[in-house]
């Protein structure tokens, strides 16, 4: 496996010949990554994943500078689970000046759920997934549906720019619990982590209601809130959406063809997670 840290090296790594599927992530990885770079390599020939933790998608007041960094460790994994290459660049070779060049999604998508609490999140998120885009040049791109707008956001991207690349989505690895693995977890205490599960216990409660007929969207989502903050959570948000396009589904039954998902976000103690549940 090759560990590269500049673009040159990169352009000279990367074969033209062979099928390319980029797996970006943060590092700081665990079994969801490794079940990502799985599905890229049963999709190509050569797997390509990034390590960069993007400081455009976090605000001043959020965990950069504190977000997990085990590299030595993620390129252990990484090697045994099927990664040709490791590009993993310092933050002076991704942005050796000031990215005044940005891109905007559109806040119908953008700028709801994560995006409200998250202002300008996903206008970071697009900027260094497209820059990506643009170095690595992948037939294919995965991305894990634990973080399920995200992937929208970037799959609409894909299909407005006219981008050569195959979106493929990789399912949300879970402990036996149901806690959604995710770098953050560490943050967790033993007994917060304990706690955590009920995050998607609480998605699956919604699931549960709305699979037995239930179509008061406001109301089910407050009973999710509110058992949620009963049991010491800050909930951002509880909210049954359209799978399509994020939309909130009309009141009554959804029509035929129209699948919902729910998807939280909520901290306990000083760490805010994330999950959703396709209904």
Known sequence: MQVIRSIVELRAARDPKRKSVLV???????????????????????????????KLQFAPHED?????????????????????????????????????????PPPGLADILEGAVRPGFFSGVCTVVLK????????????????????LVIRNMVRQLALPIEIVPGETVREPAGL???????????????????????????AAEVKAGRSDWPA????????????????????????????????????????????AAAKLGGTRLIDNLEI
């Open 64 to 104: 950069f500078d504190k977000y997990p960094r085990t590299f030595e460790r993620d390129c252990e994994l990484l090697s045994a689970g099927g990664s040709d290459v490791v590009f993993a660049p310092p933050d002076s070779e991704l942005y050796p000046e000031t990215q005044g060049y940005t891109v905007r």
């Open 24 to 54: 970006p992530t943060m590092g700081n990885l665990h079994a969801g990554h490794l079940s990502l770079v799985k599905i890229a390599r049963e999709r190509g020939d050569q797997v390509i994943t990034s390590i960069f933790v993007n």
């Open 180 to 206: 959604a693995l995710s770098s953050r977890n560490g943050y967790l205490n033993e007994s917060q982590r304990n706690e955590a599960a009920q995050l998607h216990a609480a998605l699956r409660k919604v």
């Open 220 to 263: 089910i989502e407050r009973e999710a809130r509110d058992f949620l903050t009963t049991r010491g959570w800050l909930p951002d948000y509880v909210s049954v959406r359209l799978r399509a396009d994020l939309g909130a589904p009309a009141p009554g039954a959804p029509a035929p063809g129209e699948p919902l998902v729910v998807l």
């Open 132 to 151: 990506l885009f643009n170095l690595v040049q992948p037939d294919v791109a995965v991305f894990g549906k634990k973080d399920y707008q995200q992937l």
